[in-house]
């Protein structure tokens, strides 16, 4: 796959696709400029290049460009939600997020997921496919096109388990990080998973500065397992063996995603037990208020509810924040406004 889509190779793959070629080396560094700085569209906006190499490139290429279908915009926060259309014909959403420290984009990593958590939208109709690296990217170099703001924070937790789709988010995280390319800082990337174990043993040995995000939604496996069907393949307990790894190999600490349901994982036991789990590993504890979808039945905790959860956690010395629910105007939810759009 990546021996045709240009934008998913690295500087030294693209060198050597050069020297194949029978071209300098030197232009590989002028196309990665093209593509992963200034952001060309097609092969067409790279002036520099004869049109005679410009030509060869599109003939022997793919070269990934989203269309962006829809922008929403939150009349609350100005926050946005966009819609792409891949190649195939495929959608998937980003949302754009603007905070006092900077630009913060939300991207997808596959369409789909097969992961069945069941408060999720994005995961009702299953895995469609994996993103490739420069589909990852692209939503990046899309919406920093059209803000003309540069993005200074990334989190993989859109639609899809980027851990699902490992070799393909390190490409993306690569490239997102590389000095010739957005030159994104890796401090400034999270990713989510649903809590992939052997996933995690393997992030960990990457040697990267990037966040994990596990997203936990519950302190017990039986809960756990109500929720989110993957907590049938592993348990807490091993999940909590990974994370500890993580740390002592990279000297990130990983954080905790709790969506509160209300009824289901919400009570002061609740948050008793998840601050033993949390404290031991220093844990920061970001709670989001769950999003309703129609689909299914599960309800808000009253706020109340959530700010005794909060209480109890900071009791017991827990850092924790409550997710700011940005953009609620405009299908906040993941997957929300690709599902509208396919039915
Ligand atoms: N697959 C990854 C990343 C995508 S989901 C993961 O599971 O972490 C990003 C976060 O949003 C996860 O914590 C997920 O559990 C949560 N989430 C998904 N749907 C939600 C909803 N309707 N309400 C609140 N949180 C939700």
């Not at 460009?65 to 819609?83: C, M, N, P, Y």
């Not at 991207?107 to 992961?115: K, P, Y």
């Not at 995603?257 to 844990?283: F, H, I, K, M, W």
């Amino acid at each position: 796959m990546i021996d045709k889509d240009i934008k998913s190779m690295s500087p030294e793959e693209l060198r050597g696709e050069m020297e194949e070629m029978g071209e300098k080396k030197f232009r590989a560094g002028q196309i990665y400029d093209w593509m992963h700085v200034k952001l060309a569209r097609d092969f067409s906006e790279m002036t520099n290049l004869s049109e005679g190499l410009r030509r060869k490139l599109k003939e022997r290429y793919t070269y990934t460009a989203l269309e962006t279908v829809q922008v929403q915009e939150s009349r609350i926060d100005g926050t946005k939600k966009f819609l792409f259309r891949l190649e195939d014909g495929n959608l998937v959403e980003s949302v754009w997020m603007q905070y006092k420290h900077g630009n913060s984009v939300c991207i997808s990593s596959q369409v789909g997921c097969r992961m069945g958590c069941r408060f999720c939208a994005s995961t009702l109709d299953g895995l469609e496919r994996n993103l490739t690296p420069s589909e990852m990217l692209d939503q990046i170099y899309v919406i920093t096109r059209q803000t003309g703001q540069r993005v200074s924070n990334v989190v993989v937790m859109g639609t899809g388990e980027p851990l699902d789709n490992y070799d393909n988010l390190l490409r993306f995280i690569r490239m997102l990080t590389d000095e010739n390319g957005l030159h994104i800082s890796q401090r400034n990337i999270t990713v989510s998973t649903c809590g992939i174990v052997p996933g995690i043993y393997r992030l960990a040995e990457e040697k990267l500065q990037i966040t994990l995000a596990l997203s936990l939604h519950a302190s017990t496996d039986e809960k756990r397992q109500e929720l989110m069907p993957i907590a049938k393949r592993y348990s807490i307990s091993e999940l909590m063996e990974a994370c500890a790894f993580y740390f002592a190999k990279t000297g990130r600490r990983v954080s905790f995603e709790y969506s509160l349901v209300g009824g289901v994982n919400d009570t002061q036991e609740d948050a008793q037990r998840l601050a033993g789990l949390a404290g031991p590993l220093g844990c920061h504890i970001n709670l989001i208020p769950v999003n309703p979808i129609k689909e299914r039945s599960f309800v808000q905790s009253e706020a109340r509810q959530i700010q005794a959860f909060k209480n109890k956690l900071e009791k017991n010395k827990i850092n924790v924040t409550i997710r700011r629910e940005m953009g609620r105007d405009i299908d906040g939810a993941c997957g929300q406004l690709r599902r509208r759009h396919m039915t």
